[in-house]
């Protein structure tokens, strides 16, 4: 159930404020070093 609460969020995130949805991104999956963070920011450019 919370995982489905913390997907619905991401993706309202994704659609409104980018840099919240990275934030947020990054404690929700635990990121654990820059590459995440450069992943997860490369996603969202090519969308």
Do not use: P, W
Not at 8 to 31: G, H, N, P, T, W
């Amino acid at each position: 159930c919370s995982k489905v609460i913390g997907e619905k969020i991401m993706d309202k995130l994704q659609k409104l404020d980018e840099v919240a949805y990275v934030r947020f991104a990054s404690v929700y999956r635990q990121f654990g070093d820059l590459n995440s963070f450069i992943k997860t920011i490369e996603q969202l450019k090519n969308k």
